[in-house]
């Protein structure tokens, strides 16, 4: 039976070393001794009686019940530090640190024009930022290692708060002169086979794509299809067949140097950008002031419309 609680400080410790992986570099990352934070390390494993680092291989690797206890830790020491931001009171809205998941079809095209005019009005906001596919930054939501996510809606999400900030349109991205679709006159329905290129599977803007574009037909959906959306453009620029890509993406690196031309394809045809976050989040007010700071930025910058 355990008769005391673990210390923060050990919590702490665990979760860099879940993260990082290796005792030197967590022990760097914790500002401590390698040889300080392996006894606290230790010491946890004794409180708990537990094995929560397997130390055969000459890499850590976490037990699967050092993976349940990390995440809970993680939880843990956000609930600690709401307590202490609660305590200090006089905390600005939107300061300090905050971890904010975005999937790679929205960073490129909000975060360069957005992130500097947020700094402006947010000073004291440490922003840190984590770039991936939809169901990473969940996952690492619902463990603890975000707080926040930017992203495409609909996702099938549960535990989470839902924000919905504004529609992105999408656009037929065809070659200039291209023979493979009259972009002046286009239908889903006249598509040849294989004509369409789209991401992986993976990224939810394939899914997208396909259900606000309406391609129903499999057959026109070419099998090869990109892992990123530079290798995309690349094929559309080669003549290789059209895609579907967000209205945001006009008039970015993206497209720069490409004989890439977008052209809107309907009204009903957008997917939704929204935030995400944990239920029960002693921080919802400020992800629904920085969620409102997107919304304004995206009607301004991007002419994009708000949701109903």
Same mark, same amino acid.
């Given at each position: 039976?355990?008769?005391?609680?673990?210390?923060?400080?050990?919590?702490?410790?665990?979760?860099?070393?879940?993260?990082?992986?290796? $005792?030197?570099?967590?022990?760097?990352?914790?500002?401590?001794?390698?040889?300080? $934070?392996?006894?606290?390390?230790?010491?946890?494993?004794?409180?708990?009686?537990?094995?929560?680092?397997?130390?055969?291989?000459?890499?850590?690797?976490?037990?699967?019940?050092?993976?349940?206890?990390? &995440?809970?830790?993680?939880?843990?020491?956000?609930?600690?530090?709401?307590?202490?931001?609660?305590?200090?009171?006089?905390?600005?809205? @939107?300061?300090?640190?905050?971890?904010?998941?975005?999937?790679?079809?929205?960073?490129?095209?909000?975060?360069?024009?957005?992130? *500097?005019?947020?700094?402006?009005?947010? *000073?004291?906001?440490?922003?840190?930022?984590?770039?991936?596919?939809?169901?990473?930054?969940?996952?690492?939501?619902?463990?603890?290692?975000?707080? @926040? %996510?930017?992203?495409?809606?609909?996702?099938?999400?549960?535990? &989470?708060? %839902?924000?919905?900030?504004?529609?992105?349109? $999408?656009?037929?991205?065809?070659?200039?002169?291209?023979?493979?679709?009259?972009?002046?006159?286009?239908?889903?329905?006249?598509?040849?086979?294989?004509?369409?290129? %789209?991401?992986?599977?993976?990224?939810?803007?394939?899914?997208?794509?396909?259900?606000?574009?309406?391609?129903?037909?499999?057959?026109?959906?070419? *099998?090869?299809?990109?892992?990123?959306?530079?290798?995309? &453009?690349?094929?559309?620029?080669?003549?290789?067949?059209?895609?579907?890509? *967000?209205?945001?993406?006009?008039?970015?690196?993206?497209?720069?140097?490409?004989?890439?031309?977008?052209?809107?394809?309907?009204?009903?045809?957008?997917?939704?950008?929204?935030?995400?976050?944990?239920?029960?989040?002693?921080?919802?007010?400020?992800?629904?002031?920085?969620?409102?700071?997107?919304?304004?930025?995206?009607?301004?910058? %991007?002419?994009?419309?708000?949701?109903?």
């Amino acid at each position: 039976m355990i008769n005391r609680s673990p210390t923060i400080k050990q919590l702490r410790y665990f979760v860099a070393l879940a993260e990082h992986g290796h $005792f030197g570099r967590a022990a760097e990352a914790s500002h401590v001794s390698q040889s300080a $934070f392996s006894s606290a390390i230790a010491d946890l494993e004794d409180l708990l009686q537990a094995e929560l680092v397997d130390r055969t291989n000459r890499s850590v690797t976490i037990t699967a019940l050092g993976q349940r206890i990390a &995440v809970q830790a993680r939880l843990c020491l956000q609930d600690v530090d709401s307590l202490v931001e609660m305590v200090r009171g006089n905390r600005t809205p @939107l300061s300090g640190e905050l971890r904010l998941g975005v999937i790679p079809t929205i960073a490129p095209f909000v975060l360069p024009m957005a992130l *500097p005019a947020l700094r402006r009005e947010y *000073p004291d906001l440490e922003l840190y930022l984590v770039e991936d596919q939809s169901e990473r930054i969940y996952e690492r939501l619902m463990d603890g290692a975000l707080d @926040l %996510l930017l992203l495409a809606l609909p996702y099938d999400m549960r535990g &989470v708060e %839902l924000a919905p900030l504004w529609r992105d349109h $999408f656009c037929l991205a065809y070659r200039e002169g291209t023979e493979r679709v009259n972009a002046e006159n286009f239908r889903v329905n006249r598509l040849n086979a294989d004509s369409v290129l %789209l991401l992986e599977d993976g990224h939810c803007l394939r899914d997208h794509a396909l259900e606000a574009c309406r391609i129903r037909d499999s057959q026109n959906v070419r *099998p090869f299809a990109a892992n990123s959306l530079l290798t995309l &453009v690349e094929m559309v620029d080669a003549d290789l067949g059209i895609t579907f890509l *967000p209205k945001m993406a006009e008039g970015t690196a993206l497209l720069r140097d490409t004989r890439v031309r977008l052209r809107p394809v309907g009204k009903r045809s957008y997917r939704t950008i929204g935030m995400a976050w944990r239920k029960g989040s002693r921080r919802d007010e400020e992800f629904e002031l920085l969620g409102s700071f997107f919304k304004a930025f995206a009607e301004k910058r %991007l002419g994009a419309s708000g949701v109903d």
